[in-house]
Nanobody, 122 residues
């Protein structure tokens, strides 16, 4: 299973962006989809998560501004970011876990996308 994050870019303070995380590979199902971010000189931090049933969890610093969602049929996750602030500038990574199936059986996976840069600046 491979993940690809996209949708980053340069946006002014107060603007919006929508990040996408696309999963591909052999037969699989995703459990949790999680967005993290890492700003320059800082540790990676959890931004938001969505479970297989749609339950969501957000870091306090994005509550009310960011919305995480998923499209199970398309094997995709999304992060809608509104009211962006300069401190939101970071590389955003998607992470997903779940199971994949081969002719030999079922296996667990936990994969990361390559990251997409979000820059909030005037």
């Amino acid at each position: 299973v491979q993940l690809q994050a996209s949708g980053g870019g340069l946006v002014q303070p107060g603007g919006s962006l929508r990040l996408s995380c696309t999963a591909s590979g052999s037969t699989f199902s995703m459990n949790n989809i999680v967005w993290y971010r890492q700003a320059p000189g800082k540790q990676r931090e959890l931004v938001a998560a969505v479970g297989s049933g749609g339950a969501t969890n957000y870091a306090d610093f994005v509550k009310g501004r960011f919305t995480i969602s998923r499209d199970n049929a398309k094997k995709m996750g999304f992060l809608a970011m509104n009211s962006l602030k300069p401190e939101d500038t970071a590389v955003y990574y998607c992470n997903a876990d779940g199971v994949y199936y081969t002719e030999d059986g079922m296996y667990e996976f936990n994969e990361w996308g390559q990251g997409t840069l979000v820059t909030v600046s005037s």
